[in-house]
Nanobody
Framework: VQLQASGGGLVQAGGSLRLSCVLS????????MGWFRQAPGKERDFVGK????????VYGGSVKGRFTITRDNAKSTVYLQMNSLNPEDTAVYYC???????????????????WGQGTQVTVSS
């Protein structure tokens, strides 16, 4: 299984970006998908996750109400829509996948077996 994240870039505070994560070498509907981010000098933080059928999402406290995760299993793609961005959202964003997760898990790094390479998001003030 391979994950390819894209869509990062430079945006002004208050702006929006949509990240994409394409899964190859497997069937997306079998995987719980998560997004994490890592700012310079900080640990990797949980952004959110989405269940296999897309019916449920969970978000980290700092992004709740601003970020939305969706998925299109037919296109093997998961999306992270980010609105009302602020400079504190600047980080490398990673998508992750796991086929064994139970519904109550998925907010820790070690919950996920597969990781994408990351895409840089920079928010200017």
């Amino acid at each position: 299984v391979q994950l390819q994240a894209s869509g990062g870039g430079l945006v002004q505070a208050g702006g929006s970006l949509r990240l994409s994560c394409v899964l190859s070498g497997g069937t997306l509907r079998r995987y719980v998908m998560g997004w994490f981010r890592q700012a310079p000098g900080k640990e990797r933080d949980f952004v959110g996750k989405i269940t296999r059928d897309g019916g449920s999402t969970v978000y980290g406290g700092s992004v709740k109400g601003r970020f939305t995760i969706t998925r299109d299993n037919a296109k093997s793609t998961v999306y992270l829509q980010m609105n009302s961005l602020n400079p504190e959202d600047t980080a490398v964003y990673y998508c992750a996948a796991d086929s064994q997760l139970i519904s109550s898990a998925g907010w820790r790094e070690y919950d996920y077996a597969y990781w994408g390479q990351g895409t840089q998001v920079t928010v200017s003030s």
